[in-house]
């Protein structure tokens, strides 16, 4: 007796879903410890045809503590555009234990994500190196996915943008019976953030948006500008380390020599591959360590070894984002996304290509996009209105694609319910720096609304940069 079996659960933990008992289950989710509860919601694929084919969206709600609890819990919204957010909610749930106690924390997996109707395509991550970054490869590997994906009762891939999983998002809200609640969102979760907020003014008290990833940003056009001023960052700020006295040199000589045959140790599998190394594979591999400072501080050392001919330490520092557990995407969902609402602007971007990073990366968006189901993107959706409530931008000095002038121009467009605060030595995502989940606390916890944005944060400001990594020289002993 399900039904049951979730009364109970309200009973014991006093938790106040009691009215929408029959929606919600207790569940276990891997990586957390203790029972949750699990619901789901039928949604037309098409809104315009409720009655057409329908898919579930599933979500997890994790019980407030105390008895006497808030009326409005957080919600977490995923990045990507493709993460699930069931999927990291072990990950991130540290982040919330001080909101927990009186607010349920409630993670919805975006339709096209975790297990609402997933786009997911094969794992090139296992896949020989030459294969990883070989676009021409990605492009055919795509090209399948999608025609398999297109084969799926929910294979319309033009039913999967930012507009339409918001308002499966209020569904939800509606199902739990919810007046209001909080936003958190991090990477492309701020563009839904904000889309909500766009959409569902009234029905957001707080929200906190990490790494801001604006409607109006043009996703790979803008990767090459933000991923070249985090890199050029890199090396300036490294100037005065013994370790990065020949970087720039090292760089530049580095992409001078490319392509050229290499034969590299495989991070994950351990085997020795022979291929030709190019150019778009050395940026690809720059990219990734530059999302996390501490990835980014053995860069110098990495970009020294290669250039002298050992590519295994740049290799290995490229697998790292790729292997943290959770941090898969569905691609499905993230072309969905991207193709209906970036790519059809590509030719309006005014970002310049960065000087190294230039526009390969953007060219091979187009090329998978060229093929890609369009969804409809009204104008509207571009377009950021005053905040109806207050909003706390986060945004990482050395972000290479979420850097803070896209907090700012969001700041400003939302108004004075907006307060934008800048971590000058962060990467991507700030809400995870030591104080952080302090300050979100205290930020959401506020109980109005001048107190929340006047929420002190200046100790993210004052996190360090990691000094750059220097391997450990054993003295040789000395000859008997």
């Known amino acids: ?4 079996r979730a009364l109970a659960t309200c009973a014991l933990l006093a938790f106040a879903f009691c009215a929408q008992a029959k929606v919600v289950e207790p569940c276990r989710v891997p990586g957390i410890k203790n029972e949750v509860l699990c619901g789901k919601l039928a949604r037309p694929l098409d809104p315009a ?3 057409g084919p329908q898919i579930d969206i599933h979500y997890v709600v994790v019980p407030a503590l105390a008895r006497n609890k808030h009326p409005d819990p957080v919600v977490m919204l995923a990045g990507g555009p493709g993460q699930s957010a069931i999927r990291i909610a072990p990950q991130v749930l540290p982040l919330f234990t001080r909101l927990n106690n009186r607010r ?6 975006q339709r096209g994500t975790g297990k609402s109707a997933p786009l997911d395509c094969d794992d090139l991550r296992h896949r020989p190196l030459a294969d990883e970054a070989d676009p021409q490869f990605q492009v055919t590997q795509l090209a399948r996915c999608r025609e398999q994906l297109q084969k799926l009762p929910h294979g319309d891939l033009r039913f999967y943008t930012t507009t339409i999983a918001m308002q499966d998002l209020d569904a939800v809200r509606r199902q739990l019976g919810v007046p209001r609640v909080n936003l958190v969102g991090v990477s492309y979760g701020t563009r839904a953030a904000l889309e909500y907020q766009r959409q569902f003014p009234a029905a957001v008290r707080r929200s906190v ?12 056009a803008s990767f090459s500008t933000d991923g070249q001023a985090a890199f050029d960052a890199l090396v300036a700020a490294c100037r005065t380390e013994p370790v990065c006295a020949t970087l720039r040199d090292d760089w530049t000589g580095l992409l001078a020599s490319l392509p050229k045959p290499v034969t590299v140790i495989h991070p994950l599998s351990g085997q020795p591959e022979s291929f030709t190394l190019t150019r778009d594979m050395v940026l690809g591999a720059v990219r990734g360590p530059l ?3 501490a990835a980014a ?11 002298r001919g050992r590519y295994e330490p740049l290799a290995g520092l490229n697998s790292l984002l790729g292997g943290r557990k959770g941090m898969a995407i569905s691609m499905g969902m993230h072309f969905s996304v991207v193709c209906a609402e970036d790519a059809p602007r590509l030719s309006q971007a005014t970002d310049p290509p960065g000087a190294d990073f230039g526009a390969d990366f953007a060219r091979l968006y187009q090329r998978i996009c060229a093929d890609w189901p369009r969804g409809a993107v009204a104008d509207d959706f571009y377009r950021v209105p005053p905040a109806a409530s207050p909003v706390l931008l986060l945004s990482g000095g050395v972000d290479p694609v979420t850097p803070p002038r896209h907090g700012e121009r969001v700041a400003k467009a939302l108004g004075a319910r907006a307060r934008h605060v800048v971590a000058p030595n962060a990467g991507h995502s700030v809400i995870g720096l030591g104080c952080m989940s302090d300050v979100l606390f205290r930020f959401v916890d506020a109980v109005d609304d001048h107190e929340a944005l006047a929420v002190d944060a200046d100790c993210v400001t004052r996190v360090p940069r990691p000094p750059s990594y220097r391997p450990i020289t054993l003295p040789r002993e000395p000859a008997q």
Do not use: K
């Open 49 to 51: 045809a409720p009655n």
């Open 291 to 293: 999302y996390l400072p």
């Open 1 to 4: 007796m399900p039904a049951l």
């Open 104 to 109: 349920d924390i409630v993670f919805v997996d």
């Open 209 to 220: 948006i990490d790494g801001v990833a604006p409607p109006d940003m043009v996703l790979p």
């Open 297 to 307: 501080a053995a860069l110098p050392q990495a970009i020294h070894a290669a250039a």
